[in-house]
């Protein structure tokens, strides 16, 4: 058995045009695995990017707060691929404000993206899974599923419940051949932490905390995507994996 071979694999990203989820699907595709990355609007050079790696890869505009909508884009995924071995739910929002002040409005576009969308298409997918007998389901969590941050309670509220109900899935599924793990990623420098990025003090103190001295990038999501997509953790389930630098263990 090749531990980390994705050969004959299908595998869906969701928010894989940009930052961790690109990253990840090219990851997954220099494995073997052919790739369908879903985005709200998927640009070419992206798909084509995913290709370089020798694999199929399609792109797929869709919203994933269209929760009516999901047995139609399944459908459409299977149709062009055949099946779908591995699920990746990266895609997320952020929205900062002083708690006494989080409009309801932002509340719910954060936990729609963040939590329910995740959920439905664990629930969608991991039903096709459970059929074929076999899946790899990969939920991106936070540090903030361990630790509460400031003017982010619904970011902090959405990725401690994704942490918590991949093990609820997981203590059913695990018996069927489905494996539900999570990453954690730490402070990456991408686009949603550009306020963060460009706070002196508050990057310099980020920096202070993290043993490895460095902010992440997405390159440093592949090793840990391919690892939980592969056989390589057939024995791994209900985890979160963090890729932090060290920072949790500080």
Known sequence: MKLFDLSGKVAVVTGGTRGLGKDMAVGLASAGADVVIIGRSVSDEVVEEIRQEGGK??????????????????????SEMGHIDILVNNAGVQKRHPSVEFPKEDWDFVMDVNANAVFFMCQKIGKLML????????????????????????????????????????????KHGININCIAPGYMATEMNTALLEDEVRNRQILERIPASRWGSPEDMKGAVIFLASAASDYVNGFTIAVDGGWLGR
């Open 57 to 78: 890869a399609i792109g797929i505009s869709f919203d994933l707060q269209n929760f009516d909508k999901y047995d139609d884009l399944i459908a459409k995924i299977t």
């Open 131 to 174: 059929q074929q007998g076999h899946g790899k389901i990969i939920n991106i969590a936070s540090l903030l599923s361990f630790q509460g941050g400031m003017t982010v309670p619904a970011y902090a509220a959405s990725k401690g419940a994704v942490m918590q109900f991949s093990k609820s899935l997981s203590n059913e599924w695990a």
